[in-house]
């Protein structure tokens, strides 16, 4: 059963019914990342990333209509899976670090930055 964006559990117990919640978020709802977030990930990831390109990262990889559907139901899942995608990641990390240059774009180019600093 759901309840807004909670999905509730019911577990028999020994007294009678014990309920819970787990919450799952989506990659969006996770952002913006916290310098901690932000450290741990480049220790995980061996990518030198600063917190406003892996935030930059972050929303671009949030508003991919093929990734909108994960769901994370901890902190640990999500980190786990923004490691593997951070170490996959194809932008170079002297550009993407530069505080003029955003998101690359689809053709390829550099944007404005969408994250004031």
Do not use: W
């Not at 990659?27 to 932000?38: A, I, N, T």
């Amino acid at each position: 059963m759901t309840y807004g964006g909670y999905i509730t559990f019911c577990i028999p117990h020994v007294l009678g019914l014990f309920y819970f919640c787990i919450c799952q978020l989506g990659l969006s709802e996770h952002y913006p990342l916290s310098q901690e977030d932000s450290h741990e990930l480049q220790k995980r990831s061996g990518k030198a990333y600063n917190l406003n390109a892996m935030n930059e990262i972050l929303l671009d990889i949030s508003r991919k209509p093929e990734l909108q559907e994960h769901l994370f139901v901890s902190k640990a899942k999500f980190i786990c899976y923004m490691t593997k995608a951070y170490r996959e990641e194809g932008r170079e990390v002297d550009k993407a670090n530069s505080p003029t240059l955003g998101i690359i774009t689809e053709t390829g180019q550099f944007g404005h930055s969408l994250i004031k600093t």
